[in-house]
Each structure stands twice: as structure tokens, then as C-alpha cells.
């Protein structure tokens, strides 16, 4: 039997491929432009935007299923 927990969690990366399917789709210029900014940028910068992000995500989470 699978657990509630993980059924959400294949939700939600099945979710964030749609997200970024649509994205690579709609303006592929744009997102190669995004890469190579990521490129660019320091690496404690993207770790620290990286925290921030999985942070609020849990935060997120938290609100919706209280």
C-alpha cells in the first residue's frame, strides 16, 4: 500500500515538470537566458536562493495542510 505522503510528493514533481515543460515550451530564449544567468551567478548566492525557495515550499505546505 502506498502512503498518502508519497503519492503527494509524485503530485507535486509531476506538477513542477508541467510547470517547466510549459515554461521550456512557451519561450525557450527566454529559459536559455535563465540558464546561463544561473551559470554566471556565485555559487552561495544560488544556494542561499535555493534555501529560501525549499523554505518556502515547506512553509507553503505547512499553511495548506493545517
Given amino acids: 500500500m ?3 505522503a508519497f503519492v503527494d510528493f509524485l503530485i507535486g514533481v509531476g506538477i513542477l515538470f508541467v510547470m ?3 515554461l521550456f515550451a512557451a519561450s525557450p530564449a527566454f529559459m536559455r537566458k535563465a540558464m546561463k544567468s544561473a551559470l554566471e551567478t ?3 548566492i544560488l544556494r542561499a536562493v535555493g534555501i529560501a525557495s525549499a523554505v518556502a515550499g515547506l512553509i ?3 499553511l ?3
Avoid: A, H, T
Fill in 2 to 4: 502506498r502512503s498518502i
Fill in 20 to 22: 517547466e515543460g510549459i
Fill in 42 to 44: 556565485p555559487d552561495n
Fill in 60 to 62: 507553503l505546505i505547512w
Fill in 64 to 66: 495548506v495542510r493545517r
